[in-house]
DNA sequence: AGTTAAACCTGGTTGC
DNA sequence: TGCAACCAGGTTTAAC
């Protein structure tokens, strides 16, 4: 499911209506990506702040009696979703992580698995820190400069499209974005980063954004899981130039869209208007 | 050091 | 119809 787009939809879902709510109780199915690890005996009586995200990470803050308590690190994996609902049912098959409060039931529905719910006694303290510090810059972050995203493409010698699923030129982007900002930049997923020129990098960090916006402001992309907290699939994929295309004219130049494996992903794009 | 496979897990679709 | 093979939004970990 869940990139950058999906999980901050997610958040945007969650974080006003949840601002300021108390805990009630945690509930855990089936084990996830990681185990819970050492969080509080009781979440009863726990308060949740300002619900945040950096790249895929949603990280959800608690206090007690207004001193910070430590928090809880989500990632939604490949399947994951969040739900918040007033009278939440009893938990089904796929509903591995609830967190009940004053103004309803957080759950988390993950088919496969590999989205996780960990507690950090502050996003500086392991497990959180180790997990974020890999993270590149936030793509709409004004620091993130096309020089500064050139200078780190020219540190790469790996697939442009390998490097921005990597995430530490810039974050956010995973399968489905980056073959789509590759074909709208017009950049060949092949093309090693380093080979990348300061206006072509320039046209891909502001294709990286257009991308993840224009998504955002869709709902996301729901292949197959993904859903708002309310339940609603995004609407991005019926957009995609290329993405699941296969096949398909290049809505640019006509040509049959194209499906190569790259770093063990489904790549798409237009060998005609994405050049090396 | 830097890049590339293997692993985690379930379920839907495709093809023989 | 049955069953095997393949595919799917991610990313840590181990192996070249």
Sequence with gaps: MPEL???????????????????HALRLGKPLRWPLGRAPASFAGLRIGDITRRGKYLWMPLARQGLAEGGLLMHLGMSGSLALQ??????????????????????LND???????????????A????????????????????ARFHAALRQRRAPIKAVLLAGDAVVGAGNIYACEALFQAGIHPALRAD???????????????????????????????????????GAYQAEAAVYGREGQPCPRCGAAVKRR?????????CAACQKR
């Design 195 to 233: 080979r990348i020129s300061l206006p072509r990098a320039d046209r891909l960090l502001a294709a990286v954004r257009g991308t993840l916006g224009r998504a955002l402001a869709l709902g996301g992309s729901t292949l197959r899981d993904f859903t708002d907290v309310h339940g609603a699939s």
């Design 261 to 269: 494996v790259m770093s063990q992903r489904s790549t798409y794009f």
């Design 111 to 125: 088919p496969r698995r590999f989205g996780a719910v960990v507690w950090s006694a502050s996003m500086d303290d």
């Design 5 to 23: 787009p999906e999980v901050e939809v997610t958040r945007r879902g969650i974080a006003a209506p949840l601002a300021g709510a108390q805990v």
């Design 86 to 107: 007033a009278d939440a049912p009893e938990p089904g098959p796929h509903d591995h992580f609830d967190l009940v409060t004053d103004r309803g039931t957080l759950r």
């Design 127 to 146: 497990p959180a820190a180790p997990l974020l510090a890999r993270l590149g810059p936030e793509p709409f972050d004004p620091e993130l400069t096309a």
